[in-house]
């Protein structure tokens, strides 16, 4: 409750984004702003409300990673013999219907005020070093950097130009490093990608003198909050790997190389690949692979997500569920891969779907903590970064077969296979369900994807791919 209150109080005086205009901050804001910021545990709260804020619906509790952007990778039968489904419109890339404008709007304006909230701690935090003790200064400002520049980056990943065509003309997204009440300039992809970097950079600077992850792992050092469960906050390695990921958006392969070398490097000590016993552990499966992730989102409403989105009880034009032959054209129906095994997908026993339905997030029998995470970033990205931006064919099938050996994909890759192809393949296995084939696909301008409720391609382009900024967004600028 005390924290909910601090969220609502933040959005009160953090002004909501450039969607809309910032609320003005009054002088009674002003008073309640130093009592929030006068103690460690203040910033702490506020801090731990941005973190709450990504499980919003609107983004990772559903937009982001399991539902919208999935859906716009064709992931599930949402067209087809459902003409009525709810989710019709979105996989039409129908983004000016009168169920997906909403959608959008609240996508953008959510990333935007916890932006926001983040830009009304950071100079708060410069300003009251003094209520800090230990490494909680630079642990608290190193997080706040990286989520901002988080933040940015997916806004750009969603509604930002494809940059692999247009990486300096087309203004679409604005970085905002103060808080403000005039709506921000808008940038080129290059611009917003140098603004993400910097943050990140700084970020690292924090993160490397402070994090216990470092040293410890995941588990970091107890029991304070902020440096246990390291993976629940963004950590010095998530900073390493959304670089990776950045960089490699930029073209920048070597640099990108580095930067993914860092979380391989500290794979087997820090993120070991998940075993068969877990997978298949009867009344606990690790569905989500939880010890590969660097960095995931608690959240304590997921069995909420699971029912609006998967749980088999839902109506056929409801649930999110691919054709089942083509989920297994995307697992090559394999028997042996841990990603495809029935804890994950399963025809319901009870008879009310005739499909395998998805499980990623359905809630287990035991108890368990990892149940609320919503993974975000994890090392098996590390690898497929790493693949990507290696320039010998050895390395970059060493790279790819690292984690199909982890998955229980005992054959390698020869190299001679198609490695784009390759790792395409592998992304689509990988990410199910956590909002990253269709960022691959629009980074690389994949010009036809495989269509998710019909035979054939669907044929992709920049009005596909490029979602228009919000209605309130622009006529802020009106």
């Known amino acids: ?17 450039s969607c809309k205009k910032f609320l003005d901050v009054k002088p009674e804001d002003s008073i309640l702003e130093d009592d929030l910021y006068s103690k460690e545990t203040g910033f702490q709260s506020a801090l731990n409300g941005v973190y709450m804020g990504l499980t919003d619906p609107s983004l990772y509790g559903g937009s982001m990673t399991m539902e919208m952007v999935e859906i716009l990778a064709q992931r599930y039968n949402c067209l087809g013999t459902n ?14 219907n009168a169920r997906v404008v909403p ?8 990333m935007y005020e916890l932006i926001a909230n983040i830009n009304t701690m950071l100079p708060e935090m410069e300003e009251r070093k003094a209520v800090f003790t230990g490494i909680n200064y630079e642990l608290m400002k190193g997080e ?5 520049a988080f933040l940015h980056y997916d806004v750009f990943r969603l509604f930002g130009a494809v940059y692999k065509n247009d990486s300096v003309v087309s203004k679409r997204v604005p970085y905002y490093t103060v808080r403000t009440s005039t709506p921000g300039e808008l940038l080129t992809g290059k611009e917003v990608i140098e603004k993400v970097l910097t943050d990140l950079e700084e970020a690292e600077k924090y993160l490397e003198k402070a994090d216990p992850i470092i040293t410890n792992g995941k588990a970091g050092t107890g029991p304070a909050i902020f440096t246990t469960g390291r993976h629940l906050r963004m950590n010095y390695y998530a900073v390493k ?8 958006h930029a073209n920048r392969h070597e640099d990108a190389l580095a930067a993914a070398k860092v979380v391989i490097d500290k794979q087997a000590a820090w993120f070991p690949f998940v075993t068969i016993g877990e997978v298949t552990n009867p009344r606990n499966p690790d569905r989500i692979f939880s010890n590969e992730l660097v960095f995931a989102v608690q959240h304590f409403g997921i069995a909420n997500s699971y029912g609006r989105y998967f749980i088999p009880n839902l109506p056929d034009s409801g649930i999110l569920a691919p054709v089942q032959t083509k989920l297994d054209k995307v697992y090559e129906a394999s028997t042996n891969d841990y990603r495809y095994l029935s804890y ?27 149940q609320f995470n919503i993974p975000l970033m994890r090392v098996s990205e590390a690898y497929f970064i790493a693949a990507e931006a290696s320039t010998l064919t050895a390395d970059k099938f060493q790279y790819l077969n690292a984690i199909r050996s982890a998955r229980n994909l005992t054959t390698p890759l020869p190299l001679t296979a198609n490695f784009s192809t390759e790792l395409r393949k592998e992304y689509q296995k990988e990410f199910y369900g956590e909002g990253q084939l269709f960022f691959y696909y629009k980074r690389n301008y994949t010009t036809a994807i495989e ?17 228009p900024l919000p209605d309130i967004e622009t006529s802020a600028r009106n």
């Open 1 to 17: 409750m005390k924290q909910a209150s601090y969220i609502i109080l933040i959005a009160l005086f953090a002004g909501l984004g």
């Open 83 to 96: 003409p009525g489904n709810k989710y019709n419109a979105l996989a039409s890339y129908d983004y000016a």
């Open 103 to 110: 959608q959008l709007a609240n996508t953008w304006f959510n």
């Open 144 to 148: 706040a950097l990286a989520l901002r």
């Open 241 to 248: 790997l959304l670089q990776a990921r950045v960089l490699l």
């Open 344 to 370: 994950t997908w399963a025809i319901p026993n009870d008879g009310t779907k005739s499909f395998k339905c998805f499980y990623k997030y359905a809630p287990p029998a035991d108890t368990a903590a990892r």
């Open 451 to 467: 269509n998710g409720s019909a035979s054939g391609n669907i044929s992709m382009n920049n009005d596909k791919y490029v979602l």
